[in-house]
Nanobody, 125 residues
Framework: QVQLVESGGGLAQPGGSLNLSCATA????????MVWARQRPGKGLEWMSSIDANGRHTNYADSVKGRFTISRDNAKFTVYLQMNNLQPEDTGRYYC??????????????????WGQGTQVTVHL
């Protein structure tokens, strides 16, 4: 049974940082790409970052490029999203998605097949 469990969300001040984790189980983690997405209040799902199976290639949405860093630890079956210089517009629920192959394109939903319940991030003074 595939499981993805996000954690690390919470409250941050503008300019602050959070490090999200997505612990996984039930599949060969090291052979699949992983993706982070978020849903902001009143907005649609936004694809933020992807990482390929071996961690060599990453992609970012323009809105988070230079502030967020995706990484993975295949020995721990976990993918991370380090978020720096957080802004109020980063408030939302953050989800990790499992790719259906070793590489995954941002925004191509057919490239993903499972996702977690999400973790809430709130940024305000």
């Amino acid at each position: 049974q595939v499981q993805l469990v996000e954690s690390g969300g919470g409250l941050a001040q503008p300019g602050g940082s959070l490090n999200l984790s997505c612990a996984t189980a039930g599949f060969a983690f090291s052979t699949y790409a992983m993706v982070w997405a978020r849903q902001r209040p009143g907005k649609g799902l936004e694809w933020m970052s992807s990482i390929d199976a071996n961690g060599r290639h990453t992609n970012y949405a323009d809105s988070v490029k230079g502030r967020f860093t995706i990484s993975r630890d295949n020995a721990k079956f976990t993918v991370y999203l380090q978020m720096n210089n957080l802004q109020p517009e980063d408030t939302g629920r953050y989800y990790c998605y499992k790719g259906s192959r070793s590489e995954a394109r941002l925004g191509v939903f057919s490239d993903y097949d499972y996702w977690g319940q999400g973790t809430q991030v709130t940024v305000h003074l």
